[in-house]
Nanobody
Framework: QVQLVESGGGLVQAGGSLTLSCAASGRTFSSGGMGWFRQAPGKEREFVAAISWSYGRTYYADSAKGRFTISRDNAKNTVYLQMNSLKFEDTAVYYC????????????????WGRGTQVTVSS
């Protein structure tokens, strides 16, 4: 059974930075992809970023380009999301997700989901 556990959320001022981590257990991801999604109050869940396990290909939502960086540590089965220049509108619950196919995550869905970590950006 795959488990994804997020950490690193918190309260930060606008313009600040946070790094989220997602530790995967239950299987070793040598292929496929992982990603980050977020859901703000009253809004639908949206895709943020994705990374492929095998080649490290990355893909970002327009809102994340230039500010967020997704990376992975294959040895630790962990994915990170470095978030810089945070804005009030980045406030949301951030979810880690994984799939056996990178394209699935890029398309906006996944096979496995974490429970989420809250990111609050104060203006």
């Amino acid at each position: 059974q795959v488990q994804l556990v997020e950490s690193g959320g918190g309260l930060v001022q606008a313009g600040g930075s946070l790094t989220l981590s997602c530790a995967a257990s239950g299987r070793t991801f040598s292929s496929g992809g992982m990603g980050w999604f977020r859901q703000a109050p009253g809004k639908e869940r949206e895709f943020v970023a994705a990374i492929s396990w095998s080649y490290g290909r990355t893909y970002y939502a327009d809102s994340a380009k230039g500010r967020f960086t997704i990376s992975r540590d294959n040895a630790k089965n962990t994915v990170y999301l470095q978030m810089n220049s945070l804005k009030f509108e980045d406030t949301a619950v951030y979810y880690c997700a994984a799939s056996n196919r990178f394209s699935t995550v890029v398309a906006g869905t996944a096979d496995y989901w974490g429970r989420g970590t809250q990111v609050t950006v104060s203006s």
